[in-house]
């Protein structure tokens, strides 16, 4: 059993920085990829980022490259995610995963496990 639960989110001006957690309760967080999604009514879940197992590999959405920066502590069992200089358009609820290997994958099916997600609002 694994249990993701998600915290950090709430209301932003533009401009401004929110830190996001992930923690995770289960076995073996520390050998798989984890990543973060997000999602606006109407829309397909969107990779945000991605993290490889041991926490040396990155990638990014375009949309956020340069703003987010994505990490994780295996001995916390906790991935995070930094964003700065937030805009409007990142408004969502934001959702970390957990994949299914120790590679980072870019789709949601590639992902086991989800949070209940944190609603993330940037005003103008």
């Known amino acids: 059993q694994v249990q993701l639960v998600e915290s950090g989110g709430g209301l932003v001006q533009t401009g401004g920085s929110l830190r996001l957690s992930c923690a995770a309760f289960?076995?073996?967080?520390?050998?798989?990829?984890m990543g973060w999604f997000r999602q606006t009514p109407g829309k397909e879940r969107e990779f945000v980022a991605g993290?490889?197992?041991?926490?040396?590999?990155?990638y990014y959405g375009d949309s956020v490259k340069g703003r987010f920066t994505i990490s994780r502590d295996n001995a916390k069992n906790t991935m995070y995610l930094q964003m700065n200089s937030l805009k409007p358009e990142d408004t969502a609820v934001y959702y970390c995963?957990?994949?299914?290997?120790?590679?980072?994958?870019?789709?949601?099916?590639?992902?086991?496990?989800w949070g209940q997600g944190t609603q993330v609002t940037v005003s103008s």
């Open positions: 289960g076995r073996s967080f520390g050998s798989y990829a």
């Open positions: 995963a957990r994949g299914q290997g120790l590679a980072i994958g870019l789709r949601a099916y590639e992902y086991a496990y």
């Open positions: 993290i490889n197992w041991s926490g040396d590999g990155t």
